[in-house]
């Protein structure tokens, strides 16, 4: 039977996992807004796209600096 | 969602002819001269946006979305001059390491996924702009610029290009606050319901006696780990209830959260004590439950309208920065910097700051904010301009004479009513109701005790605690945030945004109700325009509306909509003489419309208040149109509801014109009352509640803004719940005006669903409180007993304020 306090030990370690996991996501702002990200996430391939060629740009431009 | 589709919807109703609709913003274009790519747009402004979205490739704008563009307003130009000023922009900038800078910025203007799109691809219209992300909910936009290519002048300038111009509001910092506290929240509820679950877990032996004979030392250990658990529980999660109760004891009023505290308190130390001394096993799992159901209804009450904002003054309306000439030179200021003597420089659309004499120019002031009229006024040099007026035509120079604070209409900001804080003469039913619950509990703890101290000491501390932990009103806690909590989204569904719950309560009680004329029972937009004086044929209703069309005139507008069904001709033509009237020259015809002496040589006598536009095509006079105020549909019924409950009261800003028409509506027991200062609107909600009345205004303009600080409850009324309405309690969309009563009606049976689920909870503690009494109360007995109390009241008032609103239809 002793292996309980094992297995509760171990419990409780993944419980408070997902605790930090939680407070993590409420600190990091993942809570604020709960609406746009569910839009955003619709054009999301285009804008990488974008994201990269801007960068490649911005890559140029600082190298030509 | 529903605030949001508001522009949507807006779009799809005008879009009628879908060949005729603007590609940009969806408009109706009366032809299609406006054109470029093969797509037609109704005004140049609209062209202008397409064409630099279409040399950035960003096409994708409007594929996204059918017409999500905004119509532009060519007139006001706005001059971001002033953002260059140091410490404004201080005061705009989230932060800055000199480089890199993060502002965010309000975009009242943002209303679909296009939108979204657009704003978070800015940095394809301007390279020196590295991220820009939207909050769609709060409708802010933060961006992520480089200081050294781009400013924050040019980037206002680029959204306002586009169409997204951002809503200056410095006194918007104030908001994070509000957002720390909503993020607290989510930590106490996060670190109850991990502790919760886990005593949970751990307390499963205890109630069945499983393993706990051939294990004692895990019985113990369990106990432990349970107050190793509800610490955070107690000293954490549950420390606003006890920072609540201290407040209210020091004022001497014993709140709902009195006996709460009472109850944590008693639960947290006794168990304590059981574990220590190994009498019990504690009633942790009670505890830590408990915190946790009444975070969860707070949080369900804690339901905010992020887009809207309650707490506006007249700093929202006023412009941010404002022209003053020097000698020669033009220069831009913040507004609050405006002195005495300065000569300010007023442009198309612009409002006036602060009183002022005027100077130079032909002023033709709109003073729909301060009296509600919204039919311009003509100035002459050296007469005096109210602050809150708008100048409509051409730019004007003005002296000011008082400071921004001590106008006329800014002076009302200093009344008392905006002074003192939110203290509410209505008290909420859970604190009234406390203040004997807890007294009688008290009481029946001590003579529980009382009566086993003869018999057993021990016991005797046992009743007394166990009659504190079963009494603790869980369920009664629960019953208000969960009832209001649904109420307030029901009402957000019928477009009638309250701040927060508590302002449900204070709707239900309230006795009296005062209306504001213009803008709240009238309509803003459209007035009745009559013919019956006008001997017009239909050709010349066609000149007519082909003449109005160029002018931007509210009377011009108000007549172009009622000729809609009418064609147009191309205009010669045109010049507007502000205060007077307009004359256009259209095929072989000349046609004047205006006041009387602008279009009648000879003047004919009229008599009533009326406003009426005289027309005359080649100098023969063709009689006048009327035009007066609509109602807002269903105001008859609405009133005659109301009538019979609450006593009314209507105050106006404008002369007696329409007193007899009103006076049908009202009828002869309600008080009218005309040429109604701001202060007097304040000044007559004071005089209603010495008399004891709980009062319940409607206004809608800055005029109101006293009377709605003032009131009990004050509502404004608002044609785009988005736009700027003054500070208030609840917001309610003009469309849904003639559910007012609806509404009233239905806080009072919120309350009403509250007493009710109080005294299931009562009969809840009443058992609770023979097992505590006879000394039976088990922990397994305290755990079944405070969750199915708390549920049960909980599903009760979701349903019942469900099968409520069905009822009267509001769901």
Not at chain 2, 363 to 392: R, W
Not at chain 2, 638 to 651: S, T
Not at chain 2, 655 to 668: A, T, V
Request: charged content about 20%; glycine content about 6%; overall charge neutral.
């Amino acid at each position: 039977m002793s292996v309980i306090f094992v297995l509760i030990g171990a419990s409780l370690a993944i419980a408070v996992g997902f605790l930090i996991a939680y407070i993590w996501a409420v600190k990091s702002g993942q809570y604020d807004d709960k609406y746009t990200p569910s839009i955003r996430i619709l054009f999301d391939n285009q804008k990488k796209q974008n994201e990269t060629e801007s960068k490649s740009d911005l890559n140029n431009k600082q190298g030509a600096a | 969602m529903d605030i949001l589709t508001h522009k949507q919807t807006a779009i799809s109703d005008e879009k009628n002819e879908i060949g005729k609709s603007c590609y940009h913003c969806g408009d109706y274009c009366q032809d299609d001269s406006i054109k470029l790519d093969e797509k037609i747009f109704c005004c140049n402004g609209c062209k202008t946006v397409y064409e630099i979205l279409s040399a950035n490739k960003l096409f994708e704008y409007y594929s996204l979305e059918k017409n999500p563009g905004i119509k532009k307003n060519e007139k006001i130009k706005r001059n971001y001059e002033f953002l260059e000023d140091l410490e404004l922009k201080n005061r705009l900038i989230d932060f800055t390491d000199g480089t890199i800078t993060s502002i965010t910025l309000n975009i009242p203007e943002m209303h679909c996924s296009s939108c979204i799109w657009i704003l978070e691809n800015l940095y394809r219209l301007n390279n020196g702009i590295i991220n820009s992300r939207v909050n769609f909910l709060q409708k802010t936009l933060n961006i992520y610029f480089n200081e050294t290519s781009t400013s924050i002048k040019e980037i206002f300038e680029l959204l306002a290009s586009i169409g997204y111009e951002p809503a200056l509001n410095l006194g918007q910092k104030e908001e994070q606050f509000s957002k720390l506290s909503y993020k607290t929240l989510y930590f106490k509820i996060g670190i109850a319901g991990f502790c919760f679950g886990n005593v949970m877990l751990l307390s499963f032996p205890e109630y069945l006696s499983i393993g706990t004979n051939e294990l004692p030392e895990m019985k113990k250990i369990f106990a432990y780990i349970n107050i190793l658990l509800a610490v955070p529980v107690f000293f954490y999660s549950a420390s606003d209830y006890f920072s609540s109760a201290w407040k209210g004891l020091k004022k001497k009023i014993i709140n709902i959260d009195v006996p709460i505290a009472l109850g944590i308190l008693v639960l947290f130390f006794r168990s304590l004590a059981e574990i220590i001394f190994s009498i019990g096993p504690g009633y942790i799992d009670s505890l830590t439950g408990l915190v946790f159901f009444l975070l969860i209804g707070r949080l369900f009450q804690n339901k905010t309208y992020d887009t809207l904002n309650f707490e506006r003054n007249y700093k929202s309306y006023f412009p941010i920065s404002i022209t003053i000439k020097e000698g020669n030179s033009e220069k831009t200021i913040p507004v609050e910097k405006i002195s005495v003597g300065n000569r300010i420089v007023i442009r198309n659309d612009e409002i006036i700051p602060a009183d002022s004499i005027l100077i130079k120019g032909r002023a033709n002031i709109d003073y729909s904010f301060v009296t509600g009229e919204s039919i311009p006024v003509e100035k002459k040099n050296g007469d005096v301009i109210y602050a809150g007026g708008k100048q409509i035509g051409e730019a004007v120079e003005v002296e000011t004479i008082k400071d921004v604070s001590q106008s006329y209409l800014t002076q009302l900001w200093n009344d008392e009513a905006f002074q003192k804080t939110e203290e509410s003469r209505i008290v909420s039913l859970a604190n009234s109701i406390s203040k004997y619950f807890t007294i009688i509990i008290l009481s029946i703890a001590g003579a529980g005790a009382a009566f086993w101290f003869s018999i057993d000491s021990h016991i005797a501390f046992n009743v007394f605690t166990a009659v504190l932990i079963v009494a603790c009103p869980c369920a009664l806690a629960l019953s208000t945030p969960f009832t209001l909590g649904n109420t307030l989204r029901i009402f957000g569904k019928n477009k009638f945004y309250l701040k927060n719950t508590h302002v449900i309560e204070k709707l239900a009680a309230i006795t009296a109700i005062v209306f504001d004329k213009t803008g709240t029972i009238t309509e803003n937009s459209l007035s009745e325009v009559n013919f019956d004086n006008a001997f017009l044929n239909d050709e010349e209703k066609i000149l007519l509306k082909s003449a109005v069309r160029n002018s931007s005139h509210p009377l011009s507008k108000s007549i172009y909509r009622s000729l809609l069904e009418f064609s147009i001709h191309k205009t010669n033509s045109f010049e507007e003489t502000p205060g007077k009237g307009i004359f256009a020259s259209i095929n072989n015809f000349t046609i004047k419309i205006g006041n009387n002496n602008f279009v009648n040589e000879k003047l004919i006598i009229d008599d009533e208040g009326n406003t009426k536009v005289y027309i005359s095509i080649n100098n023969d006079p063709k009689g006048y149109l009327l035009i007066s105020n609509k109602y807002r549909t269903g105001l008859k019924q609405i009133i005659e509801k109301l009538k019979r409950v609450y006593q009314l009261a209507l105050l106006s800003g404008d002369s007696e014109g329409e007193k007899q028409k009103l006076r049908n509506i009202f009828g002869d027991e309600s008080n009218l009352y005309f040429k109604q200062s701001p202060h007097d609107k304040l000044n007559f909600i004071k005089t209603l509640q010495v008399k004891g009345k709980r009062v319940l205004m409607l206004g809608d303009g800055l005029n109101d803004a006293g009377a709605l600080k003032q009131s009990d409850v004050g509502i404004s009324i608002s044609d785009n719940v988005n736009n700027f309405s003054p500070a208030c309690d609840g917001i309610l969309d003009s469309k849904m005006f003639h559910r007012l009563n609806d509404f009233i009606s239905f806080a009072i049976k919120s309350k009403k669903i509250i007493i009710t689920s109080f005294i299931i909870s009562f009969i809840y503690n009443i058992f609770g409180i023979i097992y505590a009494v006879t000394g039976t109360l088990t922990p397994i007995v305290a755990a079944i007993l405070m969750p199915l109390s708390s549920i049960s009241v909980v599903l009760f008032t979701s349903f019942s304020t469900n099968f409520v609103a069905k009822k009267e239809k509001l769901l």
